[in-house]
């Protein structure tokens, strides 16, 4: 239940920001104004929270918008306002990703021109930021779209409702990808999905094709303990500096041994060890086999007699 209201409440935050829509040309009764109409539609269990983070948005917009120069308007790129140009961007960048037809340079340069397409939401939920992600473009852009709107890292997607984070592990991004989503928002690496996946669990199930140093990264904070019954064993281990120091570390660090519930039969530590999808095929050749053996013994004895 908890987790479900965290969905809702930071899906209501993303969507509240993104009608904000402050510029330089929003006064303060304006702002006001469009608050009050925000929160009349927010559930009465998450006013609370979503509105204390929209004023937080809006105070520090604001600040921004007023700290900076107002001579410097001929030289700073032209920003697109209406809601109609925004969603025009949007549209356009998706282009550009779908055809490939434009380097990730070109890109980054149109999404700086049109810094609010990091908050729109397309009719599956999926924000910008999903769609970067899935399709491992640079990190480079991931890091502008993350940094202009760190709320969507806590965004949840698709059937298995993933955030940002758990779609870099799942899809094997980057360690550089990451780095920079966990910079943005720390907390976000600990963010179960309803059906209990987190990036630790995401990346031990990637197996060989996820990079051993993106692994390490996502358990830097250790398994949740949420996860723990589904992860025996795992050890948080804080990811090397460098190459060097990763061969130095494996050469003189001793062997990680796993802790096994001696009160725990054997098939329970089995299943748990290698996951219960894997466990039954094993199971089944493993009793087909001491079926095959029991009748071949049963067999020479009938002979021997």
Known sequence: MSTSNNNDTRMW???AIKDLNIDDKTTEDQVVEKM?????DIPD???NEVAREISRYAVDKQKELNDSDSDSDSDATESV????EIQNAYNEIHEMLNSNREPTQTVLEYFRKCPQTAFEVDKWGWMLLHHLITRRTSPDLIEAVAKENPAALSVTVGVAEHTPIQLAARCCCSLDTIKILYDVDPTAIRIHAPNGDSAHML???AKADMNVRVFLYVNR????????DDMPGLVPISPPDSDEDAEHQQSNAPALELEVDQDKDFVTEFVRTI???EAYPVMVI???WITMLTFSLLAGVRMIV
């Open 36 to 40: 009050l109409d925000l929160i009349g």
């Open 203 to 205: 990346a031990c199930r």
């Open 13 to 15: 935050i993303a969507r």
């Open 286 to 288: 493993l009793l087909a």
């Open 45 to 47: 269990g998450l006013i």
């Open 221 to 228: 904070d250790g398994p949740d303990e949420d996860s723990d």
């Open 275 to 277: 996951g219960m999808k």
């Open 81 to 84: 306002d209406s809601a109609g």
